[in-house]
């Protein structure tokens, strides 16, 4: 069968999320191509007979559904599946209509079995299995995505991850309604070499995108330690929750040794009365004490926000303004950040919560509607934002006064793609 697999947008990496699937189905016996419209225009569905979208995430999703509508204009007799964390939402809007079928979890068994033209089978698939090397040669090279900026240059960057899902419940978060607290481990030798040949492809530094590194963590720790030891030169870095940068304080004199120049986490607000309608885990005094603890050991904080929720006050987001500024935390995060809305798309844990008014559902957003006081104030931080405005802006339009000169924020490590979701 020729099977032509599409990622519309992986976070500016890469996309391990079409590499994985094309391996599993060549080792299948198929023909399969690639696309990736974040980097490349279409090309192929000519020759496709069956055609697959990665959608790991909700901008993904979004444009996934205006690519199918437009293949399935141009050819409508061609099936056309949709896979990944966000296949589940908004399938009032996408099965039968733009999609014949969905999968969700660890789908690339299904996805074999879909393209053999097996029967349907549930929509989310959490079977453990093993993983084959990913088909990075049919992907566009690393130059063409995300890099590391450091020290006044940019590197290549490899996008790999160590495990799936996460053991954590986290309300506003998408894993849980598709994981259900479950994680599924992506074995070391497959995460070994897929590291060995993006080092050959030219990559200097590899982000470890699971949800939480250290869900798994002695997997993770091997991981780390054998890919120091095979290439030392290489630097990483990777996503986890503020509790397990405190949980697990000992780890990190371990990762800084090994490559790790940041750590992603999410610390969302810095509220606790919102963190804990959220499950987060952590308070705010926390989130101080977990900045502290990562540059002990030489390690930059990155923490991912999300200002703006149904329950959301003024004060609250300028307390967030306020944390960064005081924390010296102005070249860690980018002014996106500071405009994140809470999304709640079908399935989200939020919604069982009674406190709060979630509005109609936009199957075209994948999220409910709420609306809040704050929302022009959200607005306004977006377009700053989206033209290139940097924190003294953000900071003049949430605490009021003239916009301050913050002076340089160089020498932070970071990736040159500042987008989340």
Request: aromatic fraction near 8%.
């Amino acid at each position: 069968m020729r099977v032509l697999l599409a990622s519309t947008y992986e976070l500016g990496h890469q996309p391990l999320h079409v590499a994985s699937p094309a391996a599993a189905l060549r080792a299948a016996g198929h023909d399969v191509r690639c696309v990736d419209l974040a980097v490349e225009r279409w090309h192929d569905v000519d020759w496709a007979e069956r055609i697959a979208f990665s959608v790991p995430m909700h901008t993904a999703m979004r444009l996934a559904v205006r690519a199918a509508e437009q293949v399935r204009e141009q050819r409508p007799e061609l099936p056309i599946c949709f896979y990944g964390l966000y296949a589940p939402v908004s399938r009032d809007r996408t099965l039968g209509r733009v999609a014949d079928r969905l999968i969700a979890g660890e789908y690339e068994p299904a996805l074999v079995r879909w393209v053999a033209g097996e029967p349907e089978e549930a929509l989310v698939q959490l079977g453990r299995g093993s993983f084959e090397l990913p088909a990075r040669d049919l992907l566009p090279p690393l130059e063409s995505y995300a890099h590391l900026a450091l020290d006044g240059e940019e590197r290549p960057v490899g996008y790999v991850e160590a495990s799936h899902g996460c053991v954590h419940m986290c309300r506003h978060c998408p894993i849980p309604s598709v994981y259900d607290g479950r994680i599924r481990i992506v074995g070391a030798d497959t995460v070994l070499a897929d590291i060995e040949q993006l080092v050959a492809l030219g990559a200097r530094h590899i982000t470890f995108g699971d949800p939480d590194f250290l869900n798994g963590r002695k997997h993770s720790l091997a991981i780390v330690h054998a890919m120091h030891e095979r290439f030392p030169d290489l630097t990483f870095d990777c996503t986890t929750k503020v509790e397990h940068v405190l949980e697990f304080a000992h780890l990190w004199p371990e990762l800084a040794a090994c490559g790790c120049l940041f750590v992603v986490t999410a610390v969302e607000l810095l509220n606790d009365e919102i963190l804990a309608r959220l499950d987060k885990g952590h308070d705010a005094r926390q989130v101080a004490d977990a900045v502290a603890l990562l540059r002990e050991h030489g390690i930059e904080p990155r923490p991912s926000l999300m200002p703006f929720t149904p329950w959301t006050t003024h004060e609250d987001v300028a307390d967030i303004v306020r944390f960064v500024e005081r924390h010296d935390l102005i070249g860690n995060v980018d002014p996106v950040q500071f405009s994140i809305r809470l999304l709640v798309p079908e399935g989200s844990l939020v919604l069982e919560r009674d406190d709060w008014e979630p509005g109609a559902y936009d199957p075209d957003a994948l999220s409910w509607t709420w609306s809040s006081p704050l929302d022009g104030l959200q607005r306004e931080l977006a377009h700053i934002a989206e033209r290139g405005g940097e924190f003294g802006e953000i900071r003049a339009a949430v605490l009021g006064g003239p916009q301050l000169e913050m002076g340089s924020i160089e020498g932070r490590p970071r990736l040159t793609e500042p987008w989340f979701c």
